[in-house]
């Protein structure tokens, strides 16, 4: 008679699944039943087509009534996949939900030893043989409730952060919506259409951003930053720096004369990607939300030499205060939205195109600024180096993307392709002479109403040539000369062009790093933030009440990045609505008989859940558990052993260890 830890009998029931031919196929699952049946603790063993299918957790709900099974153990798939489905079903016929472990003989063996079936089988029955030895040892627990704030933060105002807050503040929450930039309205704010419909760009997005500053549960924090984070899900404690704007936001009525008498002119706009310029005080784009001015602190003469104060001396509302200093706000939330979006690739570096040596080769968010009736030109497309208007443009696709060249990206950017379609159809309808030119690697017009775009653009007349550019220069005569090759004839071109449009890729936004590092989200090797699961948990992070959404986790288009930011606002509200929110109980525990206080669990804790304390003449250190996160580092370092993880105590890991060498 097998017994567990506290001298119980065990009786155990093992599950294996077929996964259809995923794991049957490899393995020999029948041989694996009839193995397991026969250890200690084992009171029967059965197999399932589907495991994880109604009539297979019937099988196991059934089983266990019958035989009075007080332990479970399934050979499945990942359990990050199913261990929530198993426990449940455990816990719907009456068992502990914890008293059940997996044993994943699917991505550990049948799909990694395809070609070998009897070693992937050997190999199952040692996993199995495992997962009974921990399990034996297993004790039941009991998840803790915690209380949750309805408030919820949100970091970046761009149409994912827009989207989501007007989703939450509609269904009754409270929403602070914190952007970095003196307005809210992000890149696509500069946009003049979007694909493949042609809207105008501004006047979808300009309604929503008035009903983020109109909406009554919607606090509008612009030209800030996230400095600090404490706490845990459904209970945040966030600090924000607000950064001085030297405009006094309450009286400023956003008349724009101190920008008119401002001295200091020739700055590039940044709104206008460099195309443009602006005074040192300034409104960022006509239609910005909020309306206010703010000084760039790095151009104003009085700041930066201590004397002009022309604003101040214009402005009728007197709301010039250069007296102002950075601001903190503390906020206490339940959940938070990362939205913090994208910058575009600076081509720079790449010399063979010539960027930033030659007036007329420009990337394409500058030319949507050309194309822009509220652009520098007033939405007439001329060439920078003399303002003529340009007979012949040349776009190069994946400029910084699809590329292992130092400083490049390997992925694909998703948007290029299709917003070089745009701007080439816009070309064609403003000037129908021009000659428009497209050179791609290959074309990815991936979306619903993409593929006829492309159509629509080939019909106009442009004209699309496969292959990567190689080099562009200048010829006697004042052309761009675009070198490369043509992959569909295999010849090598070299045509003349007015101006040049380089497609460049989208990198993680600025900052993101030491947000990441802030929140404690973990990055992809692409820079952006990392989802929980790429397919079933595309907003969520592995910290519990923070999600992520648009171009945050990566390159995305407007139609993908509002349909995240409305999911990540549904995730929010599904935490936040219940009241409270059940935590795992798989952390770790302090013996305090054991502790001395050291510290050193405190030191290797990277989510900040354990602390020293005193408790009475003693330190010890305790656990937060609802920061925890079970990972182990403080059990590792612990010098006496006070630490311990609730379902992988030293008995229960020995267990496992102890299986593999039997």
Known sequence: MALSE??????????ICHCGTN?????????VRRYAERLPGVVLARTYTYMCSEPGQKLIKDTIKEYKLNRVVVAACSPRLHEPTFRRCVAEAGLNPYLFEMANIREHCSWVHMEEPERATEKAKDLVRMAISKVSQLEPLKPMTVSVKRDVLIIGGGIAGITAALDLANAGFKVYLVERQPSIGGHMAQLDKTFPTMDCSQCILTPKMVDVARHPNIELITYAEVKALEGYVGNFKVKIEKKPRYVDEDKCTGCGVCSQKCPVKKIPDEFNAGLGTRSAIYIPFPQAIPHIAVIDPEHCLYLTKGKCRVCEKFCQANAIDFEQKPEEIELDVGAIIVATGYEVYDPTQDEEYGYGRYEDVITALQMERLLSASGPTGG???R???????????????????SKRPGHAPYCSRICCMYAIKQAIQLKEKYPDIDVCIFYIDLRTFGRGYEEFYWRAQEAGVRFIRGRVGEIWRNREGKLVVRAEDTLSGRVLEEPFDMVVLSAGLRPAAGTKDLAALLKIPLGPD???????????????????????????????IVDTVAQAKAAAAGAMALLSRGEIVVEPLVAVVDEERCRGCGRCEEVCEFGAIKVVEKGERLVAEVNEALCKGCGACSVRCPTGAVKVRHFKPGQVLAVVRAVRS
Request: with cysteine; charged share 25%.
């Open 6 to 15: 506290s001298g119980n009998e065990v009786r155990i029931g093992v599950y």
């Open 23 to 31: 794991i049957a196929g490899v393995v020999d699952v029948e041989a």
């Open 380 to 382: 007439v497309v001329v």
């Open 384 to 402: 920078p180096s003399d303002k003529a208007k340009p007979k012949k443009v040349a776009y190069v696709q994946c400029v910084g993307s699809r």
């Open 527 to 557: 820079g952006f933030f990392l989802e929980a699961h790429p397919k079933l948990r595309p907003v969520d992070t592995v910290v519990d009440g923070i999600f992520v959404c648009g171009t945050a986790t990566g390159p995305k288009d």
